[in-house]
Structures are given as C-alpha cells and as structure tokens.
C-alpha cells in the first residue's frame, strides 16, 4: 500500500477541504477531519479509476518539502498521510 500526501484546510465557517500536491484535481470536504479523512481515501481511489494514462506516483514528505509551491500551500494546513490501495491490491 502506498501513501498520498495531503493537505487540509479549514477555514472559519467551512468544512475541512482535502487537496493531493501530487494528484491535481483530486479534492474532497467533510464536516469533521474524520469524515474528511475518510473521503480523502475515497477520492483518491476515484480518481485513479478514470485517470487519464498512469497516475501519478506519490512523493515522500521531504522531496514535498523542496518544492516551493506545497510550502506556500502547506503554511497552514494540517500535513496527513492518506493510504491508497488500487483495485489490483484490493483483489489479491
């Protein structure tokens, strides 16, 4: 099993918003960090149902921490690792 970095925000009034620096347009939201969670696993299985070609692998927090663009998102989100199981691994 594989693990996707990701990044939730949550702002005054919202719910908790789920981003993947490594996985464009995969995002998901949810009332509590734990429903958020939740989905953030989902959608990333989603979005490698219908991805276009291969998708993309996953960077490690430290190769994250050189880019430039996820230390400006991440400044203030919380930093969790989403686990990521794909269809072949959940049949064997």
Same mark, same amino acid.
């Given at each position: 099993?594989?693990?996707?970095?990701?990044?939730?925000?949550?702002?005054?009034?919202?719910?908790?918003?789920?981003?993947?620096?490594?996985? @464009? $347009? %995969?995002?998901?939201?949810?009332?509590? *960090? !734990? &429903?958020?969670?939740?989905? =953030?696993?989902?959608?990333?299985?989603? #979005?490698?149902?219908?991805? @276009? $070609? %291969?998708?993309?692998?996953?960077?490690? *927090? !430290? &190769?994250?921490?050189?880019? =430039?663009?996820?230390?400006?998102?991440? #400044?203030?989100?919380?930093?969790?690792?989403?686990?990521?199981?794909?269809?072949?691994?959940?049949?064997?």
């Amino acid at each position: 099993m594989s693990y996707y970095i990701a990044l939730i925000h949550k702002d005054p009034g919202s719910d908790y918003g789920v981003s993947f620096p490594d996985v @464009p $347009g %995969a995002v998901t939201a949810g009332k509590t *960090i !734990d &429903e958020a969670m939740q989905l =953030a696993a989902e959608v990333l299985e989603f #979005a490698a149902e219908g991805w @276009p $070609g %291969a998708f993309p692998q996953p960077r490690s *927090i !430290d &190769e994250l921490r050189r880019d =430039a663009g996820f230390r400006e998102d991440a #400044a203030e989100a919380i930093i969790v690792a989403v686990p990521f199981r794909e269809k072949a691994e959940a049949a064997e």
